[in-house]
T-cell receptor, first 111, second 113 residues
Framework: QKEVEQDPGPLSVPEGAIVSLNCTYS??????FMWYRQYSRKGPELLMY????GNKEDGRFTAQVDKSSKYISLFIRDSQPSDSATYLC???????????FGAGTQVVVTP | DAGVTQSPTHLIKTRGQQVTLRCSPK?????VSWYQQALGQGPQFIFQ???????QRGNFPDRFSGHQFPNYSSELNVNALWLGDSALYLC????????????FGSGTRLTVV
């Protein structure tokens, strides 16, 4: 069993819809949780960074962490075709920068 | 301000050969981490360099080695290449080894034939 599980998709939504993404994990030591966006042939780009449990909002993006359930989510409101990409969750037990990634979910936003 | 720069962008090697990939960190960053991303998978942590020493290592064999130079740039070396090493190799830099400001380069696409 992988430490971080993420549905690979693809997830197809119409423009303007809410995109809902999630990851589950097994290592209770994880304290830092991140969401990255990766376009084809590019490196991952950080979208959201959360420490421990709780919610965090940044523009159209909302990240939620539920450590009791070992479950994290990312919501994208008012989705745009430019949001079409692969979304990766990542987590770490400490701040030293060794990230454990999920497999990524491919999102397609259709006009 | 240049971000993380990786070279080359693409590379084709034959099984059994050796390869060296290079990474220049973002200005102000002193820590470099390397990841391997197979097609359709998330990045897998290879190792991290800080103050010219390997500080952390993932589950990769000794065929994977690295180096960090005094200017904080880094190299990833892979010996005895096999087909399974074909992947996108990503470099990420950060200040002080932490997660804040963690920035990825666009990667080097390695194909082993």
């Amino acid at each position: 069993q992988k430490e971080v599980e993420q549905d690979p998709g693809p997830l197809s939504v119409p423009e303007g819809a809410i995109v809902s993404l999630n990851c589950t994990y097994s290592n209770s030591a994880f304290q830092y949780f991140m969401w990255y966006r990766q376009y084809s042939r590019k490196g991952p780009e950080l979208l959201m960074y959360t420490y421990s449990s709780g919610n965090k909002e940044d523009g159209r993006f909302t990240a939620q962490v539920d450590k009791s359930s070992k479950y994290i989510s990312l919501f994208i409101r008012d989705s745009q075709p430019s949001d079409s990409a692969t979304y990766l969750c990542a987590m770490s037990p400490d701040s030293w920068g060794k990230l454990q990634f999920g497999a990524g979910t491919q999102v397609v936003v259709t006009p | 301000d240049a971000g993380v720069t990786q070279s080359p962008t693409h590379l084709i090697k034959t099984r059994g050969q050796q390869v060296t990939l290079r990474c220049s960190p973002k200005s102000g960053h002193d820590t470099v981490s390397w990841y391997q991303q197979a097609l359709g998978q998330g990045p897998q942590f290879i190792f991290q360099y800080y103050e010219e020493e390997e500080r952390q290592r993932g589950n990769f064999p000794d065929r994977f080695s690295g180096h960090q130079f005094p200017n904080y740039s880094s190299e990833l070396n892979v010996n005895a290449l096999w087909l399974g090493d074909s992947a996108l190799y990503l470099c990420a830099s950060s200040p002080g080894g932490g997660l804040l400001g963690y920035t990825f380069g666009s990667g080097t696409r390695l194909t082993v034939v």
